[in-house]
Nanobody, 120 residues
């Protein structure tokens, strides 16, 4: 059974940094695209950053120059380095990965989310 688990959220002051991690496990044949989304209270879930299997990246305009997405294919893990954090970055951050399990078709998997709070 495929599991996707995020970690690394927490409380940080404005201007601070956090690094989120998302690890996929459990009978995985391959992973193509991986991405981070976030959802703030009362708002829709939005794409923050994405990375393809070839390591091409894309970012929401609101985080360009501050956030960096990367991946370690050997560990089936995607990271989100967040610098110069702002209060408006406060949200639950979700990992999404396009995974093909062993003996099954590929589909999108979501993690359970990790809370990021930016506040003084």
């Amino acid at each position: 059974q495929v599991l996707v688990v995020e970690s690394g959220g927490g409380l940080v002051q404005p201007g601070g940094s956090l690094r989120l991690s998302c690890a996929a496990s459990g009978g995985i044949f391959s992973i193509t695209a991986m991405a981070w989304y976030r959802q703030a209270p009362g708002k829709q879930r939005e794409l923050v950053a994405g990375i393809t299997g070839g390591r091409s990246t894309n970012y929401a305009d609101s985080v360009k120059g501050r956030f960096t997405i990367s991946r370690d294919n050997a560990k089936n893990t995607v990271y989100l380095q967040m610098n110069s954090l702002k209060p408006e970055d406060t949200a639950v951050y979700y990992c999404n990965a396009d995974i093909r399990p062993l003996g099954s078709s590929a589909r999108a998997y979501w993690g359970q989310g990790t809370q990021v709070t930016v506040s003084s």
